[in-house]
C-alpha cells in the first residue's frame, strides 16, 4: 500500500518540476522583451522625474498660545448668570485652539488670506521660480506681469481665476499635522519658490492669530455693548452689580487679547527657507517605472507563451 502511494506521487513531484522548469525557461526565452521594457519605462520615468520642477515645503510648529485660566475661573463664577442675560462668556482654550483649525483651512479665510497678500497671479500663472533673480516666470497667455492684468480670451472674458480655483491651487500647497497627545500643530506649506514657502507658512499664522483676536473683540464689544443697554433698564440693585461683572469680564477679554500678538497660536519652530528640495523623489520615480516596465514585461511574455500553447492545443 506504501509502495503504491509513494510511486502515486512520484508523478506528482515530477509535475511540479517541470512547470517550475517551464516557468523559468518561458522567462529566459523572453528576456528581451522584459529587459526593452524596463529600459523604455525606465527612460521614461527618468524623463518625467527630470520634467517636473523642483518643490520646496516650509512649516511651522506652533501651539496653543492662550492663558484663558481667569477667564474660566470668572466664567465658573458667572456662568449661570450670564446665561440668565442670553449671552455666554466663551469656550476654553481647546475649544478656541479647534475652532482656529477649521477656521485656518476654510474657504472664507483662504480667499480672504490670497486676496489680501496678492497671490493670485502666483498660484495660477507662474509656470517657474529663478532662483539666482529670485523672481517668478509667468505664463503671459494668462496674465501679463507688467501691467498686473489679467488675459482676456477669444469670448472677451478675463481668464482671472476665481475663488474657487484660488482656494482649490492654495489647498493644495496647504498641509496640517498635528500631535494630539502634545497639542502641537505644524503647518507646511509647498512652493517653487523656497523663499515664498516660507513667507506664507509665516504669514498664515500671523493672519490666523490676527483673525481670532478681531473677532473675540468684536464679539465681546458686542456683549459689552449688550450689557451697558440691559444695566441702564434696571434698577435691581443686585442685577446691576451682576451686569458690572460680565462687563469687566468682557473688559478683560479684550484688554488680554490686544496686549496678545500670538493670541491663539504660539510659534515653536518658526519657517524657514528650506535649503533642499521636497519633491520630486526623481530616483524614486525612476525605480517605479523601472519595475513597473519589467512587470509588464513578464505579463507580456507570459501572455505569449500562453497564447502559444493554446494555439499548439487547438491544432492537435
Do not use: C
Not at 525612476?286 to 500562453?306: K, Q, S
Amino acid at each position: 500500500m506504501n509502495q503504491q502511494t509513494s510511486v502515486e506521487g512520484a508523478p506528482q513531484y515530477a509535475d511540479d518540476e517541470i512547470d517550475l522548469r517551464q516557468l523559468f525557461t518561458t522567462l529566459w526565452a523572453g528576456k528581451w522583451l522584459i529587459i526593452a521594457l524596463a529600459v523604455v519605462f525606465a527612460a521614461g520615468g527618468v524623463a518625467f522625474a527630470l520634467s517636473k520642477p523642483d518643490i520646496y515645503q516650509a512649516s511651522v510648529l506652533v501651539a496653543p498660545a492662550n492663558d484663558d485660566g481667569g477667564r474660566q475661573g470668572l466664567s465658573g463664577q458667572l456662568g449661570g448668570l450670564a446665561s440668565l442675560t442670553g449671552i455666554g462668556l466663551g469656550g476654553g482654550i481647546s475649544n478656541q485652539t479647534v475652532i482656529a483649525k477649521e477656521v485656518l483651512q476654510s474657504r472664507a479665510f483662504l480667499s480672504s488670506f490670497i486676496r489680501k497678500h496678492e497671490l493670485d497671479a502666483v498660484l495660477k500663472a507662474t509656470t517657474a521660480w529663478d532662483i539666482k533673480s529670485e523672481q517668478w516666470h509667468y505664463n503671459r497667455e494668462l496674465y501679463n506681469p507688467d501691467t498686473g492684468e489679467w488675459q482676456v480670451n477669444g469670448n472677451g472674458k478675463s481668464v482671472a481665476p476665481t475663488d474657487w480655483e484660488l482656494v482649490s491651487a492654495f489647498r493644495g500647497a496647504l498641509s496640517l499635522s498635528e500631535k494630539k497627545d502634545a497639542g502641537m500643530l505644524t503647518v507646511s506649506v509647498k512652493s517653487l519658490s523656497p523663499i515664498v514657502a516660507k513667507e506664507w507658512a509665516a504669514k498664515l499664522i500671523a493672519d490666523i492669530n490676527e483673525h481670532m483676536r478681531r473677532e473675540d473683540v468684536e464679539a465681546s464689544e458686542a456683549r459689552i455693548a449688550y450689557l451697558e443697554g440691559k444695566l441702564g433698564e434696571t434698577k435691581i440693585a443686585g442685577m446691576q452689580q451682576v451686569f458690572f461683572q460680565l462687563i469687566e469680564s468682557e473688559t478683560r477679554t479684550i484688554m488680554l487679547a490686544n496686549a496678545q500678538p500670538e493670541y491663539v497660536f504660539k510659534t515653536i519652530d518658526p519657517a524657514f527657507v528650506p535649503q533642499e528640495k521636497s519633491e520630486p523623489k526623481r530616483a524614486l520615480i525612476a525605480i517605479v517605472a523601472t519595475m513597473f516596465g519589467g512587470m509588464l514585461g513578464v505579463f507580456f511574455v507570459f501572455v505569449r507563451a500562453f497564447i502559444k500553447t493554446d494555439n499548439a492545443v487547438t491544432k492537435l
